[in-house]
């Protein structure tokens, strides 16, 4: 005799999705909450919240004692909404300065900080656990929530993830630069190298995380990948 189909629905879960850089993660994050009813967590957007706090109190941002100190003069908001979020730093709307690319440049140092991430966890462990939440970044699975019901470690090839990235900076304009091209590739590499080697919380890929690779996918067939998936857990 089979067992019966199971049928009952996960009322509270965490997703998390982890990556390297240009994967698009941010974008099937976003849709696969829309789709679910969830709340969305960015949690890149905290460390570009706290780079941009560092830069603009003109400290350097390798100084990892200084930027330490900084911390609890550090107030912002954490939007969960899936779609697009607005990012306020001391009640100022900063949504378009994080992602200049001044704190792109800085982000790294000031996110392998161990301050930094010692400062934020919490604060990341409390949202990603609020219900329904779909959580990217970079440590979700194996840091912020190696409890998470479903965990999805999402890729793709290096050059999709550089022209990807290119067409993001240019908000979508299907012209891609070469030499353009071959910087962000740099670029992404170079941050792909500094989160996997740092010493707190790197890169990694979970040991019981699904990879999904979106390389010669589009956003729709891989929301849809990871939604059989999350089916699968009961999740709805």
Do not use: C
């Amino acid at each position: 005799m089979t067992a019966p189909e199971r049928t009952s629905t996960v009322d509270s879960f965490v997703i998390a999705i982890d990556g390297p850089s240009g994967t698009g993660k941010s974008t099937v994050a976003r849709e696969l909450a829309a789709r679910l009813g969830a709340g969305y967590l960015d949690t890149g957007a905290m460390y570009r919240l706290v780079t941009l706090a560092v830069l603009r109190a003109d400290l350097d941002p390798t100084d990892d004692g200084a930027v330490a100190e900084l911390l609890p003069r550090i107030t912002f908001d954490t939007p969960v909404d899936p779609v697009p979020q607005r990012h306020t730093l001391a009640g100022r709307d900063v949504t378009g300065d994080i992602r200049s690319p001044e704190v792109t440049l800085a982000v790294t140092p000031v996110s392998a900080n161990p301050a930094v991430r010692a400062w934020l966890l919490d604060r990341q462990r409390r949202v990603a656990h609020a219900g329904r939440m779909v959580v990217e970044g970079r440590d979700i699975g194996t840091v912020i929530a190696p409890d998470a019901t479903l965990k999805i470690f999402l890729t793709a090839d290096a050059d999709v993830r550089a022209g990807r990235r290119h067409a993001q900076n240019r908000s979508g304009t299907p012209t891609l630069d070469e030499r353009a091209v071959a910087a962000v590739a740099a670029d992404l590499d170079r941050r792909d190298t500094h989160d996997k080697a740092r010493a707190h919380a790197p890169l990694a890929l979970a040991a019981d995380a699904v990879v999904v690779d979106s390389t010669g996918h589009d956003v729709e067939q891989t929301v849809g990948r990871i939604l059989g998936l999350a089916a699968e857990r009961g999740i709805r």
